[in-house]
């Protein structure tokens, strides 16, 4: 897959390929933005052209003022992860500023989609463009004056709910990883590097890799989790439980929250590895306990649940 980044107005060196175009902003590229996504690929294969994606970056929302945007489902790394799972072949990463939001559509259409050779255009259905948002999905149809094919994506359910970046954000604030797994259509995970905690796991028998995580993840609530860890360079699946809190037991004058997965039926070295972590169950909320005695034993009691849950499950 090959990724281009932009910035307005464009500055094309060299001819591009035609290509039928998703466009989006795409955090978590869940099942709604796979449907996106899929219906380019789709008219590529009718058209002769590339499929190929457009999002943009930073949040659109964050330039104009009307959010603070730290963390994301889908890091921009993560996402060209997931267009290349999708089958796209070429993404353009739109710089998003100032200057490009004050174009008409008119102009999004003559100044951007033009000189890169669109010839099929795939939006959802609240796609907007354009100053002030003016531009809907339904005027790309006009606005392409028979240059390019548009298809609009109508939305998808789960649960009796639209799929929407709004609501996995809203599972994943509750902890509710699966109804996450409905929405994105796979875990949802998050991707860290093992760096050195205070080894305090290790001492009552829950040894711990701490995570780092090397883009701003959304991270779920706290608490409890069975997860799937995926350690690069190794093809054989991990599973264990991830504990994402402030550890209250220990009382820490300066409480910062840690992501601590335990490992079932592994004793290495993992320090510098970079790891895969996906949510597949929560168990409990985080909480308290009257002492360490205690919280050991609330740890086997997790870890028993965890080995039964995965059982159930036929995974472990």
């Known amino acids: 897959m090959e990724t281009i980044h932009l910035t307005y107005p464009l500055k094309i060196q ?119 948002a003016e531009g809907k999905a339904e005027d790309l149809n006009r606005l392409s004056d028979g240059r390019f094919q548009v298809e609009i994506v109508h939305p998808i359910a789960s649960d009796g709910d639209f799929v929407s970046s709004t609501r996995l954000r809203q599972t994943l604030d509750s902890g509710d990883v699966e109804a996450a797994l409905k929405i994105l259509g796979r875990p949802y995970s998050l991707r860290g590097e093992v760096v050195q905690g205070n080894r305090r796991g290790r001492t009552i028998g829950f040894p711990t890799a701490n995570i780092q995580l090397q883009d701003p993840f959304i991270i779920p609530a706290t608490g409890v989790y069975v997860v799937r860890v995926h350690r690069e360079g190794v093809s054989k699946d991990l599973f264990g439980m991830m504990n994402i809190g402030y550890r209250p037991t220990f009382r820490d004058p300066d409480p910062v929250k840690t992501l601590e997965v335990h490992l079932f039926d592994l004793d290495e070295n993992l320090y510098g590895d970079r790891l895969e972590v996906e949510f597949l169950h929560r168990i409990r909320g985080e909480q308290p306990f009257a002492s360490v005695t205690a919280l050991t034993e609330q740890l086997k009691s997790d870890e028993e649940n965890s080995r039964g849950w995965l059982k159930r499950q036929n995974l472990y």
Do not use: C
């Not at 190929?52 to 730290?70: D, I, Q, Y």
């Not at 072949?89 to 998003?96: G, S």
């Open 14 to 132: 060299s001819e591009v390929p035609p290509v039928s175009l998703a466009i989006g902003y795409f955090d978590g590229v869940h099942l709604g933005h796979q449907s996106v996504i899929g219906q380019a690929r789709q008219m590529a294969e009718e058209l002769g052209t590339s499929p190929a994606v457009m999002t943009f970056h930073p949040h659109p929302r964050e330039v104009l003022g009307k959010a603070s945007v730290s963390r994301y489902l889908t890091p921009l790394s993560e996402k060209l992860l997931r267009f290349a799972e999708l089958g796209v072949q070429r993404v353009y990463v739109m710089k998003f500023d100032r200057e490009l939001a004050s174009k008409t559509q008119e102009e999004f259409v003559e100044e951007v989609l033009i000189p890169l050779r669109v010839r099929g255009v795939t939006v959802g259905f609240n796609f907007t463009f354009g100053r002030g």
